[in-house]
C-alpha cells in the first residue's frame, strides 16, 4: 500500500483544522493508507499552532511548520514539500470544504497511470466573486499555460512523488504551483466531487489576493502577455498613422472646418492609459527577475514539530 502524505497549508483556522485531521486520519485508517499530515501555519492571527502542536503531540504521522508570517497559501505549501515522505502527495485546504471521502477516489484514480488528478466541483459552496476569480483563473491558464480544456483544476489534488520532487526545485519566490506542474506533465485527469460548506471563519481571497494571484498567472511561465501588448502597439500605431492622414486630408479639402481638440484629447489620454498599463506588465517580468536574482525566499520557517534530523531541510 503506498504511503499518502498530506500538505494543508494553515491560516486562521483553529476552528476547523482538528476536524479536518480527523477526517483524513478517519479515511486513511479505513482504507488501510499509512499516510503522514503536514500542517504548515502560515502566520495566522489566531492560536491554529497551538492546534497544531497539540496535534503533534498526539500522533506522530503529524508534521507541524510554523513560518516566520504569512507567505501565501502557496508558499505555505513549497514550505512542506521538504518534509513530505509519501509516495502519493495530497494537497488540501484547512476549511473542510474538500471531502475526505473523495481522497481514495483520487488515488483509485491516480493509480490509472496519471501523474497527477484534481478534484473538480461542478457547484462549489463559495461567494459568485470568488467563483467568478477562479474560473478567469482557469481562462488563463489555459490561454498562456496551455492546460487541457478538459482538465479543471482546483486546490485538492493527489500528485506522484516524482511530481513533488521536481516541485522542490521551484524556486521563485512567488510560486504558481499549479503553472509549474504544466512545464512537468500534461498526463492530468480530474474526478467529480461535492464541495462541502466551510466548517468555520472566510475566505481570505478578496479582490487584491486575486488580482495578485492572477498576475503571479500571467506572468510567472509565459511571454504572451508581453507578445500581446506588443501587438497592440503595432495596432495602434497604425491606427494612428491612419487617423492622423485622415485628419491632413480632411483638412485639405475643408480648410475651414477646426480640427476638435475632444478627439485629440481623448486619443492623447486612451493612448497614455495603455502605455502605462504594458509599463506596468513590463515591470512585472522585470520585478520578479529581481526578486529571483536576489533570492528572495519562498518562505522562512520558524519552527518544526516531529521532523527527523535528516529531514531538516
Same mark, same amino acid.
Given at each position: 500500500?503506498?504511503?499518502?502524505?498530506?500538505?494543508?497549508?494553515?491560516?486562521?483556522?483553529?476552528?476547523?483544522?482538528?476536524?479536518?485531521?480527523?477526517?483524513?486520519?478517519?479515511?486513511?485508517?479505513?482504507?488501510?493508507?499509512?499516510?503522514?499530515?503536514?500542517?504548515?501555519?502560515?502566520?495566522?492571527?489566531?492560536?491554529?499552532?497551538?492546534?497544531?502542536?497539540?496535534?503533534?503531540?498526539?500522533?506522530?504521522?503529524?508534521?507541524?511548520?510554523?513560518?516566520?508570517?504569512?507567505?501565501?497559501?502557496?508558499?505555505?505549501?513549497?514550505?512542506?514539500?521538504?518534509?513530505?515522505?509519501?509516495?502519493?502527495?495530497?494537497?488540501? *485546504?484547512?476549511?473542510?470544504?474538500?471531502?475526505?471521502?473523495?481522497?481514495?477516489?483520487?488515488?483509485?484514480?491516480?493509480?490509472?497511470?496519471? *501523474?497527477?488528478?484534481?478534484?473538480?466541483?461542478?457547484?462549489?459552496?463559495?461567494?459568485?466573486?470568488?467563483?467568478?476569480?477562479?474560473?478567469?483563473?482557469?481562462?488563463?491558464?489555459?490561454?498562456?499555460?496551455?492546460?487541457?480544456?478538459?482538465?479543471?483544476?482546483?486546490?485538492?489534488?493527489?500528485?506522484?512523488?516524482?511530481?513533488?520532487?521536481?516541485?522542490?526545485?521551484?524556486?521563485?519566490?512567488?510560486?504558481?504551483?499549479?503553472?509549474?506542474?504544466?512545464?512537468?506533465?500534461?498526463?492530468?485527469?480530474?474526478?467529480?466531487?461535492?464541495?462541502?460548506?466551510?466548517?468555520?471563519?472566510?475566505?481570505?481571497?478578496?479582490?487584491?489576493?486575486?488580482?495578485?494571484?492572477?498576475?503571479?498567472?500571467?506572468?510567472?511561465?509565459?511571454?504572451?502577455?508581453?507578445?500581446?501588448?506588443?501587438?497592440?502597439?503595432?495596432?495602434?500605431?497604425?491606427?494612428?498613422?491612419?487617423?492622423?492622414?485622415?485628419?491632413?486630408?480632411?483638412?485639405?479639402?475643408?480648410?475651414?472646418?477646426?480640427?476638435?481638440?475632444?478627439?485629440?484629447?481623448?486619443?492623447?489620454?486612451?493612448?497614455?492609459?495603455?502605455?502605462?498599463?504594458?509599463?506596468?506588465?513590463?515591470?512585472?517580468?522585470?520585478?520578479?527577475?529581481?526578486?529571483?536574482?536576489?533570492?528572495?525566499?519562498?518562505?522562512?520557517?520558524?519552527?518544526?514539530?516531529?521532523?527527523?534530523?535528516?529531514?531538516?531541510?
Amino acid at each position: 500500500m503506498n504511503k499518502l502524505s498530506f500538505v494543508i497549508p494553515c491560516y486562521n483556522s483553529s476552528a476547523s483544522i482538528r476536524q479536518v485531521v480527523d477526517s483524513i486520519r478517519d479515511i486513511c485508517r479505513e482504507n488501510t493508507y499509512p499516510y503522514q499530515i503536514i500542517l504548515s501555519n502560515d502566520g495566522s492571527k489566531d492560536n491554529v499552532w497551538e492546534v497544531i502542536s497539540s496535534l503533534c503531540k498526539e500522533d506522530k504521522n503529524i508534521t507541524g511548520v510554523c513560518l516566520s508570517r504569512n507567505f501565501g497559501q502557496q508558499s505555505a505549501r513549497m514550505a512542506a514539500l521538504p518534509f513530505v515522505t509519501g509516495d502519493y502527495v495530497v494537497f488540501m *485546504d484547512d476549511d473542510g470544504q474538500h471531502p475526505a471521502a473523495g481522497i481514495p477516489v483520487l488515488v483509485t484514480k491516480l493509480e490509472e497511470g496519471y *501523474d497527477i488528478v484534481y478534484a473538480y466541483f461542478r457547484k462549489k459552496k463559495e461567494s459568485r466573486f470568488r467563483m467568478a476569480g477562479s474560473n478567469f483563473n482557469q481562462w488563463t491558464m489555459e490561454w498562456l499555460m496551455e492546460k487541457p480544456k478538459k482538465v479543471k483544476m482546483s486546490s485538492f489534488f493527489v500528485a506522484r512523488r516524482f511530481v513533488i520532487d521536481a516541485l522542490r526545485e521551484y524556486s521563485s519566490p512567488g510560486p504558481v504551483l499549479n503553472g509549474y506542474f504544466m512545464q512537468i506533465t500534461k498526463n492530468i485527469a480530474n474526478v467529480e466531487l461535492d464541495h462541502k460548506e466551510r466548517l468555520a471563519g472566510k475566505s481570505g481571497y478578496n479582490f487584491k489576493r486575486l488580482l495578485h494571484l492572477w498576475m503571479d498567472n500571467a506572468t510567472s511561465f509565459s511571454v504572451k502577455p508581453l507578445r500581446l501588448a506588443s501587438s497592440l502597439g503595432m495596432i495602434l500605431s497604425v491606427i494612428g498613422f491612419i487617423w492622423a492622414l485622415v485628419l491632413v486630408i480632411k483638412k485639405i479639402i475643408y480648410p475651414m472646418v477646426p480640427i476638435g481638440y475632444t478627439s485629440i484629447v481623448a486619443a492623447i489620454l486612451v493612448c497614455s492609459g495603455l502605455l502605462m498599463l504594458l509599463m506596468g506588465l513590463i515591470g512585472e517580468y522585470i520585478g520578479r527577475m529581481f526578486m529571483t536574482m536576489n533570492h528572495i525566499p519562498q518562505f522562512v520557517i520558524r519552527e518544526k514539530l516531529n521532523v527527523e534530523d535528516e529531514q531538516n531541510v
